[in-house]
């Protein structure tokens, strides 16, 4: 956390807190008792209270902590109690990703369900019928706007929306938001905003130029802050100290165990991510890929069928290492050490989510010695070796550069400024949006005791 800020900390809480002690909204309780969440999260017990009384919050926390409800749970309380103008886009939820957005939007639908907000969700698809769509809910003041920055600044551009009366606004994964470039977006929309209003972000770590969007546009900001950049404790890691040309054998030796289910393979180009994809479907593996030079649809279909176990490996880029909401991924294999340890600890995160237990299995070839010790540093301790399978062999870090080759730094920075480039767009090559209008349901009857309704979300 950066130090140019005055945070003030925020209410402590009892170590166990129940959703029912807190000042939720009795429509928000209801769908948390369908939804069977009885106990809050550390990240939910600390949230809740300082924003429902209004206050502005920093919380530095991972996917994984139960965020999302952290933020949408007093925000759907402070909506349904205060008068709104009825025609205004009353809250801004933004997110770095298409992926992330959507999942917000789900976890969005699951709570709002018996409050009678709505909500229109801006994130991607290819049509100009949507981005119609989206004009007119603007229009009609959705109550609640989840949007990845691309299109949303478009629409502002275009006179389609208006944040003068906006109250609210939610930064999810701001640090996310910086990488990608997305960081004077975001200024530019905070200027929007009415002089009263409220702002929440949300960010796995604190980068100063985060830090100074806080001390610019926060006012006396509560701080909660949930162990950041620590994996999971039931994440077993290991790793596979292999040369680059015996990866796939080792892929072939984990999976040659158990078939593969659940399984996420991580890389960090689109290239190896199709490569990958292709040898395995040569080997009669169940797999798919994920990355950004597919369509929405594409994307969409490809998520679904994982989601629904039609699919065992999903291969894929950083495009789904944040905000895929996936509980019971077994495991997560890096086929290579991503070059940002933040990164690797935001892959694994994919697997041992909501308490269960996972495993994280990265290869270490030759150029990847430096990430490792990085991850390592990060992590504050060895990750365990595998032995290698037959007939593999163990990769030899480089030598250290000679000063003959040191005089071609400057095409190694390039490339590296190009890949960086590169992954931005990976995540996001957006601009397009998706809008959907939630009809108002009507509060169904229930029996809390046996924990029934007449009307499931
Ligand atoms: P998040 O960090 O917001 O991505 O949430 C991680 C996962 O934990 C999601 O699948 C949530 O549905 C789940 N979750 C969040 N809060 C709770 C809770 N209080 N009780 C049980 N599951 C939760």
Redo the contacts with the bound molecule.
Sequence with gaps: MTDTHSTAPAPTCSPETFFEELPLSDDVLDALWDMR?E???PI?AQCIPPILEGRDLIGIAQ???????AYLLPMLTLLARASHDADAVNCLIMAPTRELAQQIDQ?LQGFAYYTGINGVAVYGGNDGVRFEQERKSFQQGADIVVATPGRLITHLQLGNLDLSRTTHLILDEADRMLDMGFIDDIRFLLKQLPPKRQVILFSATMPDEIGAIAKEFMSNPAEVRIAVSKPAEKIDQSIYVCRNTDKMAVVGHIFSHKLPERVILFASSKACVKEITALLKKRGFNCAQMHSDLSQKERDEVMLAFRQRKTGILVATDIVSRGI?I?DIQMVINYDCPRDPEDYVHRIGRTA??GREGNAVTLVGERDFIALRKIEKLLGGHIRRNPLPEGCHEAVERPKQSPRRASSNHRDKERKTKGATRKATDVQADGNTHGTHRPRHRKPTRNKEQGESSHHP
Aim: hydrophobic content about 25%.
């Design positions: 969440f106990k809050c999260t939910q996917t994984g902590t139960g965020k999302t409800a976890a909401d509980d989510r909501a």
